[in-house]
């Protein structure tokens, strides 16, 4: 997949971020399975902190949304093992997994906020 691919996604969740009233930020992908909901920002991984593709795709994640929630070991366990975000939130590359909950874990408001469905229930 490429940037112009890329761009056309990050436009589509601008939209939907647009027709909710809410802002999911380009590129952001929030995981609901184990547990809802945590944040992955390409924006901070790849503007802010100038990192290639290459060093997630596709070895650690594919390029599709929600993938790796789907297995099994998508857990904090396997986090500290150096799997997916552990591979560099350890404590060295990056801020370790077992620090800063928050930071990755924005919860059940935090993703009604970024997707918008608390406000449409509110509305309903
Ligand atoms: C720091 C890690 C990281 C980097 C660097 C990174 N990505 Fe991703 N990317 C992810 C994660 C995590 C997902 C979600 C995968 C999943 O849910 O299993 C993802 C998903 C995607 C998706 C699917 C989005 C969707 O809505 O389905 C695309 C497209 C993508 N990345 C493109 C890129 C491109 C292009 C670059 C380089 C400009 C890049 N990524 C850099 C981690 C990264
Ligand atoms: C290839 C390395 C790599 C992977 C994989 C990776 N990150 Fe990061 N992440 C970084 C680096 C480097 C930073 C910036 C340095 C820091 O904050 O420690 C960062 C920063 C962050 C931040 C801080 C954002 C801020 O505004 O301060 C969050 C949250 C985050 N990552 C979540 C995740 C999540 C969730 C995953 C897995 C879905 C993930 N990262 C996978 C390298 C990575
Ligand atoms: C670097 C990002 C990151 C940080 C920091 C982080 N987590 Fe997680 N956490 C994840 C990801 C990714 C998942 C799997 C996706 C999901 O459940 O939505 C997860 C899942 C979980 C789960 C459910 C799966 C399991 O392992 O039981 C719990 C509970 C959890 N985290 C607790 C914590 C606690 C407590 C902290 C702080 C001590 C923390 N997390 C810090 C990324 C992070």
Redesign the pocket.
């Known amino acids: 997949m490429n940037r112009t691919k890329l761009t056309i996604l990050a436009l589509a969740a601008l939209f939907v971020a647009g027709i909710t009233g809410q802002a999911l930020a380009e590129g952001d992908i929030i ?1 609901t399975e184990p547990v809802m909901g ?4 390409h924006d ?2 790849v503007e802010e ?1 100038g ?1 290639d593709c290459e ?2 795709h596709d070895d ?2 594919e390029m599709e949304a929600l993938t ?1 929630q789907q297995n099994d070991d998508f857990t904090m366990q396997s986090l500290s093992e150096g799997n ?2 552990g ?3 350890d404590g060295d ?3 370790d997994s077992d620090t800063r909950c928050a ?2 874990h924005i919860g059940v408001i935090g993703y009604q906020k970024a997707t918008g469905t608390a406000e449409r229930s509110t509305h309903h």
Do not use: G, P, R, W
């Open positions: 995981f945590v944040i992955f920002s901070v991984h902190n990192m060093e997630c650690l994640f790796a997916y975000c591979a560099c939130h590359m990056a801020f930071s990755c």
